[in-house]
């Protein structure tokens, strides 16, 4: 039987998709052979890769002047990927420190050029967005990089930032949850296993202006011109997690595309949000104006009962509800394999929860 999983990552996959994988696992397509165990410069492999990338373009609008490019190493590699390319070791880059993710991002940067954290959300306890009013740019400053939806606090912007900079986002955890104007944007990054699809692969989206100034010594793997020039195959990609993330596209085109994922996503926030404003028993510390629409941290009125939540939440089929252990308390993640059926199983497990023990 399949639980109700609110993981944050990796996380929930589509259940038609796992299917069709199991599916053709073991004969993919005819070929007696998994796709696991094909060549991926097969002609068979490089048409999943070819269709996976179109429907990326597709879901997004990506327009023709950026590459994709589909990459190792998790969100965290490009942490330094993104200085090694477009940082002189002379230049300055501004970012915004709106949490955890933030704060490692720069951290990775700082090995690479010049940092000016342009504007820290310590403040606030890192539960609201810095004013963009007070944000304290570089001129000049080779890139401005910031992280849209922070997974751990559960901030997100609720603005795209305008500056002059090349605006770099992680959007690790919010892309594919609604439409974006992708031209707004430098470069994007994501690792794939929040939203879409296992882990292992990350996707890279680059206005090709960018590309071709990547610092002496920079390791191919990491150049993106050169990952670019060779198709993301210049060395053997994770095919597996490339083709699953195909299928999980094709999944959300069936869905009706980033429009309709936006509003179910906005739905499953709403109800969640809801219900613990209206508890009296749970607490969900974010400015309301920045409450992340897949992540969403909340506490209990009585932490002594932390345990007895996650134990009772899974019992009842709803797992993976442990807040990150850098903060406790709990968290549900919302991404969009996360259906609005498991935040109503989870909103009415909470109601009751609270009646018994509040
Ligand atoms: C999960 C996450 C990361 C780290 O991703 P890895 O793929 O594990 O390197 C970075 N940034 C954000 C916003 C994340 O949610």
């Given at each position: 039987?399949r639980?109700?999983?609110?993981?944050?990552?990796?996380?929930?996959?589509?259940?038609?998709?796992?299917e069709?994988?199991?599916d053709?696992?073991?004969?993919?397509?005819?070929?007696?052979?998994?796709v696991?165990?094909?060549?991926?410069?097969?002609?068979?492999?490089?048409?999943v890769?070819?269709?996976?990338?179109?429907?990326?373009?597709?879901?997004?609008?990506?327009?023709?002047?950026?590459?994709?490019?589909?990459?190792?190493?998790?969100?965290?590699a490009?942490?330094?990927?993104?200085p090694?390319?477009?940082?002189?070791t002379?230049?300055c880059?501004?970012?915004?420190n709106?949490?955890?993710w933030?704060?490692?991002?720069?951290?990775?940067?700082?090995?690479?050029?010049?940092?000016?954290?342009?504007?820290?959300?310590?403040?606030?306890?890192?539960?609201?967005?810095?004013?963009?009013?007070?944000?304290?740019?570089?001129?000049?400053?080779?890139?401005?990089?910031?992280?849209?939806?922070?997974?751990?606090?559960?901030?997100?912007?609720?603005?795209?930032?305008?500056v002059?900079?090349?605006?770099?986002?992680?959007?690790?955890?919010?892309?594919?949850?609604?439409?974006?104007?992708?031209?707004?944007?430098?470069?994007?990054?994501?690792?794939?296993?929040?939203?879409?699809?296992?882990?292992?692969?990350?996707?890279?989206?680059?206005?090709?202006?960018?590309?071709?100034?990547a610092?002496?010594?920079?390791?191919?793997?990491?150049?993106?011109?050169a990952?670019?020039?060779?198709?993301?195959?210049?060395?053997?990609?994770?095919?597996?997690?490339?083709?699953?993330?195909?299928?999980?596209?094709?999944?959300?085109?069936r869905?009706?595309?980033?429009?309709?994922?936006?509003?179910?996503?906005?739905?499953?926030?709403?109800?969640?949000?809801?219900?613990?404003?209206?508890?009296?028993?749970?607490?969900?510390?974010?400015?309301p104006?920045?409450?992340?629409w897949?992540?969403?941290?909340?506490?209990?009125?009585?932490?002594?009962?932390?345990k007895?939540?996650?134990?009772?939440?899974?019992?009842?089929?709803?797992?993976?509800?442990?807040?990150?252990?850098?903060?406790?308390?709990?968290?549900?993640?919302?991404?969009?394999?996360?259906s609005?059926?498991?935040?109503?199983?989870?909103?009415?497990?909470?109601?009751?929860?609270?009646?018994?023990?509040?």
């Amino acid at each position: 039987m399949r639980v109700f999983n609110f993981a944050s990552g990796p996380a929930a996959l589509p259940l038609e998709v796992l299917e069709q994988a199991r599916d053709e696992l073991t004969d993919w397509r005819g070929s007696g052979m998994s796709v696991m165990e094909i060549s991926h410069r097969s002609k068979a492999f490089m048409a999943v890769a070819a269709e996976a990338e179109a429907d990326l373009r597709e879901l997004l609008a990506i327009p023709g002047d950026y590459k994709v490019l589909f990459m190792q190493g998790g969100a965290t590699a490009q942490f330094s990927a993104i200085p090694m390319n477009l940082a002189r070791t002379d230049a300055c880059a501004d970012y915004i420190n709106t949490g955890a993710w933030s704060k490692k991002a720069l951290g990775e940067a700082r090995h690479y050029c010049k940092i000016n954290v342009a504007a820290d959300g310590a403040a606030s306890n890192y539960t609201s967005v810095p004013l963009r009013a007070d944000w304290k740019l570089t001129p000049g400053a080779a890139y401005l990089h910031y992280t849209p939806n922070e997974t751990i606090g559960g901030v997100e912007f609720p603005f795209v930032p305008q500056v002059d900079a090349p605006l770099v986002a992680d959007m690790s955890s919010t892309i594919l949850s609604r439409p974006l104007d992708v031209s707004r944007f430098g470069l994007i990054y994501a690792g794939a296993q929040k939203n879409m699809g296992p882990s292992g692969l990350s996707v890279v989206i680059v206005r090709e202006q960018l590309l071709g100034h990547a610092r002496e010594g920079t390791p191919s793997v990491w150049n993106y011109q050169a990952v670019a020039d060779d198709g993301s195959m210049l060395n053997t990609p994770p095919t597996f997690a490339w083709y699953l993330s195909g299928l999980v596209f094709k999944w959300l085109k069936r869905q009706g595309g980033l429009g309709a994922m936006a509003q179910r996503n906005r739905a499953k926030a709403e109800l969640l949000y809801a219900t613990i404003d209206s508890s009296g028993f749970y607490r969900n510390p974010v400015d309301p104006a920045c409450r992340s629409w897949m992540n969403v941290p909340f506490v209990l009125a009585k932490p002594a009962l932390d345990k007895t939540f996650v134990t009772e939440a899974a019992e009842s089929g709803m797992t993976n509800l442990a807040g990150h252990r850098s903060v406790g308390g709990m968290r549900a993640s919302l991404y969009n394999a996360t259906s609005i059926e498991a935040v109503r199983a989870l909103t009415e497990f909470m109601r009751e929860f609270a009646r018994r023990h509040g």
